[in-house]
């Protein structure tokens, strides 16, 4: 699907099991590979991002699809359940 | 210098590899799925000829093939961004 890269910006971010992200505000593009590797989100949900900065980089291998929202993989559940299996280790 | 930020090349100067203007870009087409870099969206430079290239509006469409380089400028390749014919010809050539 095609899209003009403007477009993009200022949508919200959605994981696909529904957890608010953020907002996209920049793109990060590889010249040289011709293709986006990138992310920039602000307005960042402080629930999942235990930082202090304004906003983070996401991988672009993470968006599974972008419309009216962008919708990207839920790799913050993936995070909760090491961080609980270790804390069971432990 | 390969990973750039989409936003600091809006409104960049577009300038051909003979050292002519083009215009100004306006914005970039990106394939969602693949994550693609497909085309340049430019506002043409008054004085260029805009008949030769694939236009839409006001604007010009080139492919992202045909970019050579970004930093202070986009520098694009003329033959290239007319359309596939033009590089095919230069092959048969050589």
């Given at each position: 699907m095609l899209t003009e890269m403007t477009s993009l910006f200022g949508l919200n971010v959605y994981t696909n099991s529904g957890t608010y992200v953020g907002k996209v505000s920049d793109l990060v593009l590889d010249i040289n590979e011709r293709k986006v590797r990138g992310l920039a989100i602000s307005e960042i949900n402080k629930d999942l991002f235990d930082i202090n900065e304004k906003g983070v980089i996401i991988p672009y291998?993470?968006?599974?699809t972008a419309a009216d929202i962008v919708l990207i993989r839920d790799i913050f559940a993936n995070f909760k359940k090491k961080t609980n299996t270790e804390e069971k280790e432990v | 210098m390969a990973k750039i930020f989409?936003?600091?090349?809006?409104n960049k100067q577009v300038m051909a590899t003979d050292g002519s203007e083009v215009g100004i870009l306006f914005n970039i087409v990106m394939d969602i799925k693949s994550s693609r870099l497909v085309s340049l969206v430019i506002k043409p430079?008054?004085?260029?000829?805009?008949?030769?290239y694939k236009q839409e509006g006001e604007y010009i469409i080139l492919p992202?093939?045909?970019?050579?380089a970004i930093k202070d400028y986009i520098v694009i390749d003329k033959a290239i961004a007319k359309g596939k014919k033009a590089p095919q010809n230069e092959q048969v050539d050589i």
């Open positions: 291998r993470w968006v599974i | 989409a936003k600091n090349l809006s430079d008054m004085a260029l000829d805009i008949s030769k992202f093939e045909s970019v050579r």
